[in-house]
């Protein structure tokens, strides 16, 4: 490891265990510093602010919450049991491990309101790929309904996450609206059937 990379590496963990011992608005970046034992000018060569270092220990943080989730979800054999997992698991997870840091989302300032919602849509999108894998896994093993495409089905509910969303722009929520219209007769036959075969509950 680079000494650049070493140093970046100690501010991060340093600003996780403080982020996660006190929260955003009790951690400073004086306090990282005397953690990690830099300056706090050195800090600010790797993280232009308090805002980005904070996000990018929820990022990593993420990341060791996602791989704990797959391991957990390939443990399991069995379709409904993989399904079960992804359902309770990452409220479990984040709940458990970092609620703190999740306040902390919520008191980021205004101005840094885009990078949490981009945050927010990175973690969408990562949840969505993995719920894709375990449909593609449903359909491969003769479950699912032959109505059912794990793409398709996994785009509908990002969709219809994204028409709750207050920080989705109108235009794209118009465009969000003419999609859900779209897959209306999928959308009536998840609720009126389910997405397992029929015959097969």
Known sequence: MSEKTDKKQRILNSAMELFLRYGYLKTSLEDIAHKA??????IYHYFPNKEVL???????????LFIAMREIIDAESGFEEKIAVFIRTPVKLLYEHL???LEGLNQIPYTYQTMVVEFGQ????????LLTEILAYGKEQGILAGFIDPVRFVA???????????????TNARELIRKVDEDN???????LYGIIKRGME
């Open 37 to 42: 034992g830099f300056g706090k000018a050195t």
């Open 185 to 191: 007769e999928t959308i009536t036959q998840i609720v």
């Open 99 to 101: 609620p703190v840091m």
């Open 156 to 170: 509908v509910v990002y969709d219809w996450l994204l028409l709750g969303d207050p920080n989705v722009k109108i």
């Open 122 to 129: 990175s973690v969408r999108i990562r949840m969505c790929d």
């Open 54 to 64: 904070f996000l990018s220990v929820m990022e990593i943080k993420c990341d060791e």
